[in-house]
């Protein structure tokens, strides 16, 4: 390999669990256990379908870009076993998306869907990002940092946001001072558009309960243009200070990464009850070694793309 490839989710395994970072990053085996994960899946095809309908717009709204996403898993093989609850939980979110939350007047005008950023012609949905650092190792002559904006889009007065989408059972206020991927996105923003001012993240979560379905309904807060009590979006400003400062603290989390004499263990912690190699590791506590190895090398595995296999098999409306 002659140059090395780091994205935020190996950082944040490599901060909460080297074990699980040495089997799942770029920079080591590249594995991932080949059972379906439903939260990824679920969050994959929310992603999608809202990608659609702001960059291809090859469906006629998001939920039948959703259900595209679904038949394309089924077919892929990489669908759970629980995708016909979990396709009816977000069928429900994006129609009250689409039909009620944009649709609904604050303070006199409907919500904003927010303009997208077109940069040299090019819509910036599902931007992938890849610029070089400077981290001293001895093995790789170029590192790179890679990653993929959401959406980037522009406001009023002509600045930058990167929006991130989430779901999540309940909603958080961000902390810029704990959100690794929110000063990255910022950071890198700040180099792909250097001609524009960036002004911050914008995280976007979609609560994971069915607006329709009355049993799950919560009590009602007030709402704003921004915000009620499934759908919120939270704008957080930053300064060319966090950039510098996460560009610094990035360099040297990824120069311990470059290092092969790296120490791996496991780290124990609330991240293991998602964890697919968790069986392996409480053999690895119970036993020793030798069993932690039979038993990690049980577990089948796949490499990352298999589980974006499935846009392969997307079917479009046919034009008439």
Not at 118 to 144: A, C, L, M, S, T
Not at 146 to 157: A, M, N, S
Not at 230 to 248: F, G, L, S, T
């Amino acid at each position: 390999m002659v140059e090395a490839i780091c994205r935020t989710s190996d950082r944040v395994a490599f901060g909460e669990c080297r074990l699980r970072w040495s089997i799942t990053s770029h920079l080591r085996e590249n594995r991932s256990s080949i059972s379906v994960n439903g939260a990824y899946w679920f969050g994959s095809g929310i992603h999608y379908a809202l990608e659609d309908k702001y960059g291809d717009k090859r469906f006629v709204n998001a939920q039948d870009a959703f259900q595209a996403y679904v038949d394309a898993t089924l077919i892929a093989g990489t669908a759970p076993e629980h995708y016909a609850e979990d396709s009816v939980l977000a069928l429900g979110m994006l129609r009250y998306y689409e039909d009620v939350w944009l649709e609904i007047e604050i303070d006199g005008a409907k919500r904003n869907e927010l303009e997208t950023f077109v940069f040299n012609g090019v819509p910036q949905i599902e931007q992938k990002f890849r610029i070089k650092i400077e981290v001293p190792n001895k093995i790789y002559p170029d590192v790179y940092y890679e990653g993929i904006f959401d959406r980037v889009i522009v406001d009023e007065i002509g600045r930058l946001w990167v929006l991130d989408y989430k779901t999540t059972q309940r909603f958080t206020k961000s902390d810029i001072y704990m959100n690794q991927q929110a000063l990255t996105y910022y950071w890198a923003a700040k180099h792909l558009y250097p001609e524009k001012k960036v002004a911050g993240v914008v995280w976007w979560q979609f609560a994971k309960r069915d607006p329709f379905d009355k049993d799950t309904r919560k009590q009602k807060i007030n709402p704003t243009k921004d915000e009620d009590e499934y759908i919120k979006r939270e704008w957080i400003p930053m300064k060319d200070i966090n950039a510098n400062n996460e560009y610094k603290n990035m360099c040297l989390q990824v120069r311990d990464m470059l290092n092969p004499n790296t120490s791996i263990y496991p780290s124990y912690g609330t991240h293991c009850r998602w964890c697919s190699f968790r069986t392996s590791c409480q053999i690895k506590l119970d036993k020793d070694d030798e069993a932690f190895r039979e038993s990690f090398l049980s577990i089948s595995t796949e490499s990352q793309a298999y589980f974006e296999s499935w846009r392969a098999f997307l079917q479009f409306p046919k034009i008439s």
